[in-house]
């Protein structure tokens, strides 16, 4: 066990951990949310709950808003800053030791970009942001078809699937391979990686987790620094190769960045659409009207987002003492924000808890975040799933759950990890998508 992982795991997991059993035993709301089967299964009923308490109100160490105004004002706030909680300080000679046995590249310490602020973020973010113009999306979109029907066709037809493996997790999978130049064999390992490394977005994770996720990162940037060296030898047109070639990120910040891509690029797009099947078939009626409106799909992956984000809550750190909400809030203290509760807030959504694929104002959620931390790769993330959810509906019309869909045991990011359906008898004539 390395030394630097038992710090880090008792820092920011282990004591969280031995604090949520004692709220959970007390049957704290913010607790059962984020530390109980509840939060996994049911979070809407304790999101409501928890908002009847206030804009702005303690739970245990932390504060927590699930107010819309509020999430997005202090996403936008730059007297907050990205960061995980850390309830313990060294003292300075078990500081200089840890930092002389840096942990391997991942999405939730420095220079993730998910965990930095001005000006590194944007030192960080600017040469990765060329690859997610509209321009670099529209081009995507042709590959994004062509691996959607790939897909398709290898499901069987009338016949048992699991949507998540078999095909809500291989679509995205494949186009950021692609965009950071992995092989088409290396996909599986990457699947196999995310899984482990996703339980570090969340609070409180037991050792065993928190190791292998640790562990499974060391594999990840091993691979990673090969795969670097052959793009420096024989860079290829992809992000990656692009980044290689500037010379701006140094081969720990390219490590960094090509894992959360990589990490970001699918996990997000995979909850998203296996949400959107899900909450289609509870919908018959909105899958109906899709069906002969099919122009209302961007809008449907909007109103997805909104009732039921991939991602359902981040933090932010006070950087400075303010009052907010009427509250005093020091410096130094964690905000966890609810996206799932800001995208229920009332206030901005009428009557919230209605799946409405028509909903006007929809793409006012905050799915995606928002300020200079807003997900880079959201308007792939939409083309991918609008496309890969018509093209699932339209080929098997008669699509149905075969049993109760497996929740993936993870609070922040929210999904299924198993999808079992009846396929159905395939549509034999399909009008190609435009």
């Known amino acids: 066990m390395k030394p630097e992982y038992i710090f ?36 809407y ?8 308490e206030g804009g702005l109100h303690r739970a245990g160490p932390v504060w927590i808003t699930m107010d819309h105004a509020l999430v997005r004002e202090i996403l936008r706030d730059n007297r907050f800053g990205a960061g995980m909680p850390a309830l313990l300080r060294p003292p300075g000679f078990a500081r200089r030791a840890l930092a002389r046995r840096p942990i391997p590249a991942n999405p939730v310490d420095p220079p993730s970009m998910l965990m930095i602020d001005q000006p590194e973020h ?19 979109r042709d590959r994004v078809v062509t691996v959607t029907d790939e897909l398709l066709a ?58 292998r996720a640790m562990r499974s990162s060391e594999e990840v940037q091993r691979y990673l620094l ?15 190769s692009s980044l290689v070639g500037k010379g701006e990120l140094s081969t720990y910040e390219l490590c960094a960045s090509a894992t959360l891509l990589m990490g970001a690029g699918f996990e997000t797009t995979v909850n998203l659409i296996g949400k959107g099947i899900v909450l289609l078939l509870e919908h018959p009626d909105q899958l109906a009207r899709l069906r002969v409106e099919p122009e209302l799909w961007p809008g449907a992956v909007e109103e997805i987002l909104r009732f039921d984000p991939p991602v359902q809550t981040t933090a932010r750190v006070a ?36 799946f ?46 075969s049993g ?8 922040t990011l929210h999904g299924y990890e198993a999808l079992p359906v009846h396929t159905g008898p395939r549509a034999r004539a399909r009008q190609p998508i435009g």
């Open 154 to 211: 290898a499901l069987p037809d009338d016949g048992p699937a699991d949507l998540v493996g078999q095909f809500a997790a291989q679509v995205p999978i494949a186009i950021i391979s692609e965009m950071l130049g992995f092989p088409d064999r290396d996909r599986e390992m990457f699947l196999q990686w995310g899984d482990a490394i996703s339980p570090l977005l969340d609070l409180g994770i037991s050792w065993n987790a928190h190791e």
């Open 404 to 411: 109760p869909p497996r929740r993936r045991q993870l609070y």
């Open 8 to 43: 880090r795991w008792v820092n920011q997991h282990g004591l969280i951990r031995v604090a949520k059993k004692a709220q959970l035993r007390r049957g704290d709301l913010f607790a059962r949310l984020n530390g109980g089967p509840e939060g996994i299964t049911n979070p």
């Open 319 to 354: 950087h400075a003492e303010m009052e907010l909400a009427g509250r005093r809030v020091r410096k130094g203290a964690t905000v966890v924000l609810s996206l799932a509760g800001a995208n229920r807030d009332p206030v901005m959504f009428p009557d919230p808890a209605r």
């Open 226 to 240: 090969a795969h670097i060296e052959r793009l420096r030898a024989e860079p290829g047109d992809d992000i990656l």
């Open 45 to 52: 009923a304790l999101i409501e709950e928890l908002r009847g």
């Open 122 to 140: 944007t030192r960080m973010r600017k040469p990765v942001a060329a690859a997610f113009t509209p321009r670099a999306i529209g081009r995507l």
């Open 356 to 401: 409405d694929i028509t909903r006007a104002n929809a793409k006012e959620h905050l799915g995606f975040s928002s300020g200079i931390h807003a997900c880079l790769g959201a308007s792939l993330a939409r083309m991918e799933a609008a496309h890969a959810l018509r093209a699932l509906f339209e080929q098997f019309p008669d699509l149905r759950l």
